[in-house]
């Protein structure tokens, strides 16, 4: 990817590669909704809701919760889309443009047409929507041992052939709005985040390819020329470092293992169990300290916490006073959790 930006080549798209990406990109402009055999169905990026957020999004009596929002994330979430958008038109040129220096292009499937062309095929680029498939698992319960039935849907951002010896790779892009230091730091730290590394196992699970690459790259770009002199720019906003501007796009290789998928199939299958549970009269999960680290983007949480149980409020606050009286005290685990019990305590205040 360095290779293809670098190039000035990149500033041109030829017209053909153009018009058939643009075409791909609209046979799929429709909704085609899952088959409605019963199952629950997880999708690929979706697979680290926590028990709860899961729970709530396969209860068709409880709707997702829509509010206005800070415009800037608006346009961050737009932006993303449209980094990914422009990523794959991009790859899917790497080949014209590099020739042989390209050891990664993006793989191709005939895909049949629809009726009356039914027995015609289309060549399409094996990503998202083209790519898409639901598979079906029947996995045990890590707990009671009895087979749990659910199906997993993915749609990868690419999956690529790679060059010297034919083989594929799956492929999945993230975009980071955080700024250079702070995205090299964490990536640095704690390598690919664990929930894309569950993403990939998932589609692993589904395609039967064990290798995947994800990418990262940072909204943040370096200054066109070096800032490390530059006085007026702080050393906290330096984005320049021992003469080479920080890195703006990160990628790790991920080796899925049948460790990795039998412990995401366990979970999964855990997780499936709990709605089919709450479907048949049961109880949503309890709120545990974990859970309160996915409430910034759950689409419940106001849900979530008006249903909490008396006794699971009272449990989450005698873990709270033990975490303000630790070495816990105001680090991260606890904020959220401060938080969500205070989302608790007015949802409970504006019922009154």
């Known amino acids: 990817m360095d290779a293809y930006y670098a190039s000035p ?36 990026s979706g697979t680290a809701l926590c028990d709860r957020q ?21 346009r961050q979430r737009r932006q993303g889309t ?38 015609e095929t289309v060549s399409e680029w094996d990503f998202e929507d083209a790519a898409q498939e639901r598979r079906i698992f029947e996995a045990p319960h890590p707990e009671t041992g009895e087979l749990v039935k659910f199906a997993i849907t993915a749609k990868p951002d690419g999956k690529f052939v790679y060059e ?12 980071k709005a955080s700024g250079l230091r702070a995205m090299n730091g964490k990536l640095d730290f704690k390598g690919a985040q664990a929930d894309h590394i569950r993403q990939v196992t998932a589609e692993a699970l589904v395609f039967g390819l064990d290798e995947a690459l994800i990418v990262y790259e940072s909204t943040q770009k370096p200054a066109w020329f070096s800032d490390e002199e530059n006085a007026s720019v702080t050393k906290g906003q330096k984005t320049w470092a021992d003469g080479r501007p920080r890195p703006d796009l990160r990628a790790f290789y991920v080796k899925i293992t049948d460790e990795m998928k039998s412990s ?7 997780q499936a169990a709990l709605v089919y549970e709450q479907r048949g009269g049961g109880e949503a999960p309890a709120v545990t300290v974990e859970m309160t680290g ?12 008006y249903t909490v149980t008396d006794a699971n409020y009272e449990q989450l606050k005698r873990i709270e006073g033990a975490m303000a009286a630790s070495q816990m005290a105001g680090k991260a685990e606890h904020r959220r959790l401060v ?3 205070g989302g608790v305590e007015t949802k409970r205040t504006e019922a009154v």
């Open 9 to 44: 080549k990149s500033s041109f798209y030829d017209n053909g590669l153009t018009r058939r990406f643009l075409e791909q990109k609209l046979r799929y402009l429709r909704y085609e909704p899952y088959p409605d055999d019963g199952l629950v169905t997880f999708g690929a």
């Open 54 to 74: 899961l729970v709530f999004k396969n209860d068709r009596a409880t709707r997702a919760e829509k509010s206005a929002d800070l415009p800037f994330r608006g």
């Open 82 to 119: 449209a980094i990914v958008d422009y990523v794959q038109l991009d790859l899917v040129h790497a080949q014209k443009r590099l020739g042989r220096a390209a050891k990664f292009t993006m793989a191709e499937r005939e895909t049949p047409l629809g009726p009356p062309l039914a027995c």
């Open 164 to 175: 010297p010896d034919g083989s594929r790779i799956l492929f999945e892009y993230k975009t």
């Open 264 to 270: 995401l199939l366990a979970d999964l299958a855990r």
């Open 294 to 305: 996915s409430c910034g983007f759950c689409q419940f949480r106001d849900h979530c916490a």
């Open 339 to 341: 938080a969500f019990l």
